[in-house]
């Protein structure tokens, strides 16, 4: 559907531009832009102080704490405020980007949120970047101008700007202006791109290229996968992707919040900051293996085990685990009550499985059906033995009063709950999985493959966390438990109601005629709520500390990593299916991840994901894509790779040293490149000091790499090409290599250097040169 670029909003008139007017200098129009800017942080200071005005009152205000429903009101309303204060914080850093002229004559000022003048019929004075006359910033062309005759960027220092370049893309002649890329003009993209890397991503809403444009805006309300190879923005479009849905969905998505899992911890550190610095703070970053409340896990499985437990055939396992556990007695069992003894037999026990089976409950709570036949079973044959000669069917009253006596000796029998704890006994997810491992007889039960046993005291790895998460349903709760907690919960309303009474009772020593008791303004489990803490906890803390948490969207990154078993994870949070998923199927190491998106998604999200290359490499310049490329065509042949936008002018090297000389060698580099402004890193295969593995490189970005034994890293197993492909492509300017043996054939086009800098030799494949 297409929007109106321009509707009925009264910006700012042009003067002077096509007439005999005096078209202002250069000098004059930046000092004009700076007044105007300047004039737009004066409207965020005054909002800002408004906000944070409302926010102290909101939180002073008296709340009659009776009135449940008042408390949450305002509990909201100092949420929305701390949210709106967030977003006004974070406006300061590049308030204002650029500025859209309409070939009609009207101006519009864009940049991170919008601003209204209160005092002129709030005429929009800033124009949020997620707004949809905004999008002509990213997307008009000289040969497509989308009514805009003028799109100006700015510079900016702070608060102050420093200058600005315009594209005229709208002549009255109709000829077509610059900008036939596709999007805005290529300097402050490469401004951008070239800029030294910090320690995070950084927001690209000034420079937001056509093609991200349009997936970031992207109106879908299913799966969306976005693919690209390094470099292309894919993660950072995500995030941004996010920031937009917040800004047209927010009262959807906003009270149920975003989740975004990514590959490691650094991963996310990284990207932390992209979506507070957009104003929107309700998003809860994780891992796959921090899925489960409780649970921080990082170890890996060998290939051959994680292939297994991500297999979807790993259900049947599981819930022949489970099976496994409600058993039958190998004997009858004899329990002796008062009055009667009673036995346990391999059909009765049989017959309370088969109901409790039945009932498709979860196993602990299936277990009150299995006692509850058990139970009646019993009681059937021991009250015709108790009440022989006077007691008949008949007298339904006689036999249920002598049915509740026996249930209640059953419940106090400690040899009845051991067999009931023997034959149905409550579990947990990380019991049963435990026990799973460690038992060859209980993975054979299990059909399980033998390869799934591991030593007692192992920790859990990152693909038992979705196994975990299954059982927690196939499990389900524990009864028993809850009872007790409510049997708890009773006990302080009933001793809130004695000291209720003891208040009362002292009667006698008022004076006034006219009592007020305490029980006439609240009652005993009124008294006993107030002791128990209520939860004041933001919405990223609840979520990230509730299982059953529903988010209202979900960012997949190195969604190719993610194994059938994951997915079932993911889809369990997010009921609306509502994903961006973010990932390059060439870069896939594991073995249970993805080999297409089709198979991973389509069980779940039939007809109802679609698919968004990017194909523009911001990241890694051409030099160093070159070498990529070639590796790329050996393991995976037919995959396009993404074309760089730039050069950087530094020749990617290598050099072969002995093993003794690679200490030095990687020393000098680190030293080197602390002397010089942005970030570094050594990647390398396990075990060689210094280096860093290019697993947990994944998504990251730094101006110098070092590559340590690349020919270690091929030959670590099936997908070290994919994972010397990473390690190639996470510099953004320079990148060497360190080798001892001979330097695979595959990487070409380094320039070979001997230990003192000199060019030995350029190998450059004919693809490449030509």
Known sequence: MEHNRWPNIRCHELEGEWGEIRVPTHEEELQSEQEYIAGLYTRLDAERARVKGRYRAALRESVDLQNGAAMVERDDEVRALARQTQRLEVADDGLCFGRLDAITGERCYVGRIGLLDSQNEYEPLLIDWRAPVAQAFYTATGANPENTRRRRQFRTRGRHVDDFADEILGRPDGEAGDGERGGMSDTALLAAVNAPRGHGM???????????????????????????????????????????????????????????VGPNAAFLGHISRVLPSLGETNVVFTTAGDLLPGLEVTTEDDAEAARLKGSLQILG??????????RTPEQAVQIDLADVSVRIDTDIAQWAIDEARASKLPHNEARTV??????????????????????????????????????????????????????WPIL??????????????????????????????????????????????????????????????????????????????????????????????????????????????????RASADRDWTYGHIVVDEAQELSEMDWRVLMRRCPSRSFTVVGDLAQRRSVAGA????????????????????????????????????????????????????????????????????????????HDEAGREGTSVVIGPPGVPGTVPASETKGLEFDAVLVVQPERILAAGPRGASELYVALTRATQRLGVLHVAPLPQVLVGLTETTPDGDSVRRVVPTSVAQ
């Not at 894919?234 to 919040?257: I, N, S």
């Not at 396992?317 to 409600?326: K, M």
């Not at 007889?441 to 299990?446: I, P």
């Not at 990152?462 to 009773?490: C, M, Q």
């Open 595 to 670: 080999t297409s998106w089709d198979s991973m998604l389509q069980p779940y999200v039939p007809g109802r994901w679609v698919y968004r290359p990017l194909s523009v490499n911001y990241r890694t310049p051409a030099e160093i894509m070159a070498v990529a490329s070639a590796l790329l065509a050996e393991f995976a042949p037919g995959t396009q790779p993404p074309e760089s936008v730039r050069s950087s002018g530094f020749l990617p090297w290598s050099r072969q040293l002995t093993e003794a000389e690679l200490s030095k060698a990687i020393d000098e580099f680190v």
């Open 428 to 541: 947990t997810p990380e019991t049963l999985l435990a026990e799973l491992y460690t038992s060859p007889e209980r993975l054979r039960a299990a059909g399980a493959d033998p390869a799934l046993a591991r030593a007692v005291g192992d920790a859990w790895t990152v693909s038992d966390v979705p196994l975990l998460d299954e059982l927690v349903d196939l499990v389900g709760r524990d009864k028993a438990a809850e009872e007790a907690a409510e049997r708890e919960r009773r006990a302080e309303a009933a001793y809130a109601a004695g000291v209720l009474d003891m208040m009362t009772g002292r009667e006698d020593m008022m004076d006034d005629e006219d009592h007020l008791f305490a029980t006439d303004l609240l009652d005993g489990e009124d008294l006993a709520e107030r002791f128990t803490e209520r939860d004041t906890r933001d919405l990223v803390e």
């Open 317 to 326: 396992v599981l819930a022949a685990a489970i099976a496994d556990r409600q």
């Open 370 to 423: 299995f006692t509850d036949v058990i139970t009646w079973a019993l009681t059937e044959r021991a009250i015709p033995r108790i009440g022989k000669g006077w007691l008949t069917r008949e007298d339904r009253p006689a036999w249920e009063h002598l049915r509740a006596e026996l249930l209640d000796e059953l419940g106090d029998h400690e040899g009845f709950a051991a067999l009931l704890d023997a034959l």
């Open 202 to 260: 950084r927001d690209i809403v000034s420079t937001i290229q056509a093609e991200q444009d349009r997936i970031i805006r992207l109106d879908h309300p299913g799966v969306l996968v976005i693919e690209g190879g390094p470099g292309t923005g894919k993660t950072v479009v995500a995030l941004h992707r996010v920031a937009y849905l917040l800004y047209t969905q927010r009262k959807r998505m906003e009270h149920h919040g975003v989740l975004v």
